[in-house]
């Protein structure tokens, strides 16, 4: 079964600062990967995938992630955080079989002025 | 195009009652999918549908049913709550046919059980 985790409950950056968020992950086979961000009180919303193909992924807000097959890792980036990023950030797995999607615990990231 | 909504969006119970939550989606997915959110767990998946009348267990299904019976609404009850039901619920669609697709969520259902 796929699963995924999320080391840090919380990353704290100062704005204008580079931001990582970790994520590592747990499937057989070749995986997919997911980033999301939840604003307070609302929904998942969907920042960016790897499928296949080049290790680095562009997403939405100026969001990157980095795959690293060999230490089943990817890692949410930005080189210059705003006080608007802050939020609860998801990283999530699904195996080419499954219909579903395996999420982690969360990292709450705040990016003080 | 409202996309995935959900109702309520707040409700609180006793121990004991049932109720029932409504996912209605226009975005024409044949998946949808049933998560609870709880504070350290991430999002854990209850209950999902790969299309209209079907229903298939998740990684935490006790507790909870569901029902399909039209592409757009997918139902979530609880037939006798308890207070460890006491969560945030997310329901989320996906296109069928693209297994790399993304979720779309609502905006969820925030459950107290008394």
């Known amino acids: 079964a796929q699963s995924v985790a999320q080391p840090e409950d919380q990353v704290n950056v100062a704005e204008g600062n580079p931001l990582t968020v970790k994520c590592t992950y747990s499937v057989s086979g070749n995986p997919y990967l997911f980033w999301y961000v939840q604003y307070p009180n609302r929904g998942l919303q969907f920042l960016l995938k790897y499928i296949t193909g080049d290790n680095l992924v562009k997403g939405s807000y100026g969001f990157e992630a980095e795959f690293n097959k060999s230490q089943t890792s990817f890692h949410l980036k930005k080189p210059s955080a705003l006080v608007s990023d802050s939020a609860l950030y998801f990283c999530a797995v699904r195996d080419r079989n499954n219909n579903d999607m395996r999420f982690g615990a969360g990292t709450r990231l705040t990016v003080k002025p | 195009n409202a996309g995935v909504t959900q109702t309520p969006k707040f409700r609180v119970l006793k121990t004991g009652q049932s109720m029932t939550l409504l996912c209605a989606q226009d975005?024409?997915?044949?998946?949808m999918y049933w998560y609870r959110q709880d504070p350290g767990m991430g999002l854990r998946l209850i209950h999902y549908s790969v299309g209209e009348g079907t229903t298939a267990k998740g990684e935490v299904p006790d507790g909870y049913n569901v029902s399909r019976l039209k592409k757009q609404n997918f139902l979530l009850g609880l037939e006798s709550a308890a207070p460890s039901q006491t969560s945030v619920y997310f329901c989320?669609?996906?296109?069928?046919?693209?297994?790399?697709?993304?979720?779309?969520f609502g905006e969820g259902s925030r459950l107290t059980v008394l």
């Open positions: 975005m024409n997915h044949e998946y």
């Open positions: 989320a669609t996906r296109q069928a046919g693209r297994v790399t697709g993304e979720l779309f």
